[in-house]
């Protein structure tokens, strides 16, 4: 009668066992970020991992949001007679929202899951053990480079993802709608603030580099070494990094912008 | 070895894309290269009511901007708002006795002060003060004035 009971204090004490788990990893990577100075090579390999080849699926989503941004904002605009506010509306939604958190699930799904199965599959083949027998602290050699390396790539590739789609939204509005191709500009100049927007948009990116890297790299650590638990840590590193990325994005827009 | 070069490369390429994104995003998108307009000259004028004039508005002569707004602030003394204007350092014959208002760009635009100029020899220096000055036009003061004209008409 109180196994109901049992197996949910049980599945709450684990869930708070492996938050606990979670940041005491992460404490851990803070502590050996030193690490990467030693040894910059590894980060460049993981620079290339993580943000070079990301940047495919990142450019080419960024242009097309940007040009569906553009006929969308246009048919809307258009009706009040501000079809000129194109620009601003398209960099904007791009800047503030759009940039970081989209990067950041493409990031999430494309690198994100790459990096759990990596270091789960190195887990479940003792490899990570290995390291350990050997006096290296695999923390500091495997798990250091990939968290800087997604932290460092996370706002270089939402920045770009920003500015391909405003390049697209100048496309599509200027070029296929004849919007006044100054209008899309100077509005866009005069209304987009540095600090207020731009500055706080890599501060988003940046925050959601930290998070869905040290998600990631948590599942993989952290996963069952057999070839299900590996699986099922890739599905919920994916899964856990999207949810908490979009809910930490309403916690902070609200600091940011909602006063 | 050719391999390594090949990572570093593609990299190095990353991060400069990554970076020039974000020059971009600074200079063409955002304001960045407006707002570093330290130079030109100071001007203050003073108006019974700005309406909603914001800062970073233009300040139009003829049509054409020459400067901005850098500060509106509350004079507690006189019960009026003081508006500073920064205008271009190479619009310097600005007379002494030009006239300021706030305009509305549209019906709904934004508001941006205009100069008329006047016709004194004397030009406007850093930290003047505009004399002649009129108001913004508050619509629902306007409806008001003229719903108060009809009835005094009709009565």
């Known amino acids: 009668m109180l196994d109901p009971l049992v197996r949910l204090g049980r599945g709450v004490l684990d869930a708070l066992e492996r938050l606990g788990r979670g940041h005491l990893l992460l404490l851990a990577i ?92 190195m887990k479940a083949t003792e490899q990570l053990s290995g390291l350990e027998m050997m006096a290296v602290d695999p923390v500091r050699r495997i798990l250091v480079p990939r968290f800087v390396g997604g932290v460092l790539s996370m706002p270089l590739l939402a920045a770009i993802f920003s500015a391909v789609g405003v390049l697209g939204g100048y496309f599509v509005g200027v070029g296929l709608l004849g919007v006044d191709e100054g209008a899309y500009w100077s509005q866009m100049q005069a209304k987009i603030d540095f600090d207020e927007d731009l500055v706080n948009g890599v501060i988003k990116s940046l925050a959601f580099g930290v998070v869905v890297t040290w998600i990631a790299l948590f599942q993989g650590y952290d996963t069952v070494p057999t070839s299900e638990g590996v699986s099922r840590s890739t599905t919920r590193a994916v899964v856990h990094a999207a949810l908490v990325v979009l809910g930490l994005d309403f916690v902070l827009t609200a600091l940011m912008f909602g006063d | ?100 208002n706030i305009f509305t760009s549209g019906l709904l635009g934004e508001q941006y002060i205009g100069l008329e100029a006047g016709g004194s020899p004397e030009s406007l220096r850093d930290g003047d003060e505009i004399v002649n000055t009129q108001s913004a036009l508050v619509l629902e003061q306007m409806i008001g004035q003229f719903l108060f004209k009809k009835a005094g008409e009709s009565g």
């Open chain 1, 30 to 121: 803070l502590l050996g970020l030193g690490e990467v100075l030693r040894r910059p090579r590894l980060l460049w390999e993981q620079l290339f991992n993580i943000g070079v080849l990301s940047l495919l699926i990142v450019g080419v989503s960024g242009l097309f949001v940007g040009m569906v941004l553009a006929l969308q904002g246009y048919y809307v605009l258009s009706q009040f007679g501000a079809a000129e506010s194109l620009g601003v509306m398209v960099a904007a939604s791009l800047v503030r929202e759009l940039g970081p958190v989209v990067t950041a699930l493409l990031v999430a799904g494309r690198a994100g899951s790459a990096l759990t199965a990596e270091i789960g599959l």
């Open chain 2, 1 to 100: 070895m050719a391999k390594r070069r090949n990572v570093e490369l593609t990299v190095g390429t990353f991060v400069a894309l990554g970076l020039v994104a974000l020059f971009f995003l600074a200079m063409q998108v955002s304001n960045l290269s407006l707002s570093a307009s330290s130079e030109g000259y100071l001007v203050q004028a003073r108006f019974a009511n700005v309406g909603s004039l914001k800062v970073r508005a233009p300040v139009t002569m003829a049509g054409v901007r020459i400067g901005r707004v850098e500060s509106v602030r509350f004079d507690k003394q006189t019960y009026e708002a003081v508006v500073s204007m920064r205008i271009d350092a190479a619009v310097d014959s600005i007379p002494d006795d030009t006239f300021a």
